[in-house]
């Protein structure tokens, strides 16, 4: 549809409403959703030139020295809010953001994603992509205690939790995120939602909507939603694992489906050199896709989440997995199950599609597939088959980042800088606290 019939229909819409503000919402450097209202007298002179706001205030965006910036509002994001009443009825646009000289700004999430959504086009390809959000639900007192003590795929008709997940679904659908599936997680007051797949920009666009809405329906029921990797110590933490595929434009297919490679069971060459690339990169991108101290807490043995660099068919156990998709070409994918939910989705969905775009350029062969259980694998059993761990904490995997050339260049010096100042200051005042278990164990007994 042609921008000038969106705005159209959009100015309609806000009159036929009466709708008198609209929020403008863009994402900081962490992931977190910013937004402020305008009045909807100014939107079409705001979509033409934007709306200037103050830069230095959001973590990521710069300095008080350079902090004017503009936000330009994206007419295809344009949606009514459903919770506010009529008589207060508003709407929600996302921005991309702008410097003072008509420049898009080299720090916006947003950006690093339409830029490498434009790099797999230019190679031939649309990059599909499907998270899966965990997430739990905590009373509000005390704090951290779950809403209930449910387990995997528990069901009861009277439960609050089934409420609250059909509200959430029924909201997103709203936002045109189609729901696929719904159900309780493994720990207590852990639940998951997963929607249909979309490209790159499309999928984090509704997931960073999709978040905001977990979060709110929760809160306005008396709940506190979290995204927090690792909220509670001796049971599984909530992550965010990708199903990936690459579309062939030209084509018009699935470029990972190769129904002559029965060998690697249908996977195509390209498939596998994209598994290949994610797989060289995985330390170097961690940080990206792992970006919290706690983030480190939920990959460890023992819950279910990877910690070694390996992959395989089917194999939970690895990083990386290609579900069994039969005969389906559509249905060939890869999942990564590192991600988490805590993350920038902007530029997770980057890393990993560029990553991937970087196995396929440089033709990178994947290591050979595991059909084992890599958690109950000896370390000598790991090494002779050349399984990497994963890094077990925020500071390695900082400095893995900081050494790639390649990260640089997916993210730009500016939010490359950016992410690498901040995600280190956030490093060094966790690396000062003393925490309870140190407390307990060492106080006495040192």
């Given amino acids: 549809m042609e921008k000038n019939k969106i705005i159209d229909d959009l100015v309609k819409t806000i009159t036929e409403k009466d709708i008198k503000f609209i929020r403008l919402q863009f994402s900081d450097l962490n992931g977190k959703i910013k937004s402020f209202a305008v009045s909807t007298k100014e939107i079409e002179n705001i979509i033409e030139n934007g709306q200037s706001f103050d830069g230095s205030s959001v973590t990521g965006f710069g300095d008080i020295e350079e902090s004017d910036m503009l936000v330009k509002p994206d007419v295809n994001t344009f949606v009514t809010i459903p919770w506010r009443p009529k008589e207060h009825a508003s709407a929600r646009m996302i921005c991309d953001i702008y410097v003072p ?6 720090g916006d999430p947003r950006y690093i994603a339409q830029k490498i959504s434009e790099k797999a086009k230019e190679m ?25 003590s449910g387990g995997y795929f528990d069901y009861h008709p009277a439960e609050v939790g089934e409420d609250l997940r059909r509200e959430m679904a029924e909201i997103a659908e709203h936002f045109g995120i189609e729901i696929e599936v719904g159900h309780h997680e493994v720990a207590p007051g852990q639940h998951e939602l997963d929607f249909k797949y979309g490209n790159l920009l499309l999928t984090a666009d509704r997931a960073q909507t999709l978040k905001a809405i977990i979060k709110g329906v929760a809160n306005r029921r008396g709940f506190v939603a979290s995204f927090m990797p690792k909220p509670i110590f001796g049971i599984n933490g909530s992550g965010m694992h990708v199903h990936q595929s690459l579309w062939d434009i030209k084509e018009n297919r699935n470029a990972f489906y190769d129904k002559n490679n029965e060998h690697d069971y249908n996977l195509s ?9 994610q797989i060289k990169y995985t330390k170097e991108m961690i940080a990206i896709l792992a970006s919290w101290p706690n983030s480190y807490k939920r990959l460890v043995p023992g819950y279910e989440a990877p910690v070694h660099i390996a992959w395989g068919f089917r194999n939970r156990s690895p990083l990386l997995r290609v579900p069994d998709f039969g005969k389906r070409p559509n249905g060939a994918r890869v999942e990564i ?39 109950n694998m000896t370390f000598k059993d790991r090494k002779e088959m050349g399984i990497e761990c994963l890094p077990d904490n925020l500071g390695y995997a900082l400095r893995e980042f900081e050494n790639s050339e390649l990260m640089r260049e997916i993210l730009g010096d500016v939010l490359f800088e950016n992410f690498l100042q901040v995600k280190m200051n956030e490093w060094e005042e966790y690396s000062k606290q003393i925490t309870d278990y140190e407390l307990k164990r060492y106080l006495e007994t040192l």
């Fill in 269 to 277: 060459d390209t498939a596998l050199h994209f598994i290949g690339g």
């Fill in 124 to 148: 031939g390809y649309v990059f599909n992509c499907a998270p899966e959000y965990e997430f739990f639900i905590f009373k509000k007192e005390p704090v951290a205690e779950p809403m209930d």
């Fill in 101 to 106: 000289d008509g420049k898009r700004f080299e």
């Fill in 337 to 375: 199950r590192c991600p988490d939910p805590a993350g920038n989705t902007y530029l997770q969905l980057a890393v990993l599609c560029a990553t991937g775009l970087q196995g396929i350029k440089e033709k990178i062969a994947p290591p050979e597939p595991t059909d084992k259980n890599v958690y």
